[in-house]
């Protein structure tokens, strides 16, 4: 069977985000059964309802891995970081610390009502 490169974007990662982005991935889609996955710029985009909602990255500096919010300038939330993008914000994730499922639900919450 041959890998589709969005899986292969996710088992190329070197321990420990490979499991933190594979841990990710699954809540993501699991959040919400209107949530599809997908390639986009390289990296695995999130659509909620066709639209872009989230994407999955790496930081080039720190490594460590982050949830692109799309909408990230709508949302209000102290965890988000703006950095110096103009419309979406990111959700720094520690690799070697349980994922912050409370804190991702709750960004999730305040973004969805965007997408009506």
């Known amino acids: 069977m041959k890998l589709r ?3 292969r974007f996710f088992l190329e ?12 991935r699954e809540h993501i889609l699991q959040y919400n059964p209107d949530i599809t ?3 986009k710029y390289g990296m695995p ?11 999955l990255w790496v930081d080039k500096k720190s490594k460590e891995p982050y ?8 949302i209000d939330h102290p965890k988000l ?17 349980d994922l912050p499922l409370d804190t991702i ?10 997408y009506q």
């Open 105 to 114: 639900d709750k960004i999730f919450k305040l973004a969805m009502p965007l």
């Open 45 to 55: 985009c999130y659509c909620y309802k066709g639209k872009m909602f989230c994407y």
């Open 13 to 24: 990662q070197p321990e420990p985000n490979k499991s933190c982005l594979l841990a990710l």
């Open 67 to 74: 949830v692109l919010m799309v909408e990230g300038r709508n």
């Open 81 to 97: 970081q703006k950095g110096n993008r103009s419309r979406m914000k990111v959700l720094m994730v520690d690799p070697k610390s």
């Open 37 to 39: 996955e997908t390639r």
């Open 5 to 7: 490169p969005i899986d």
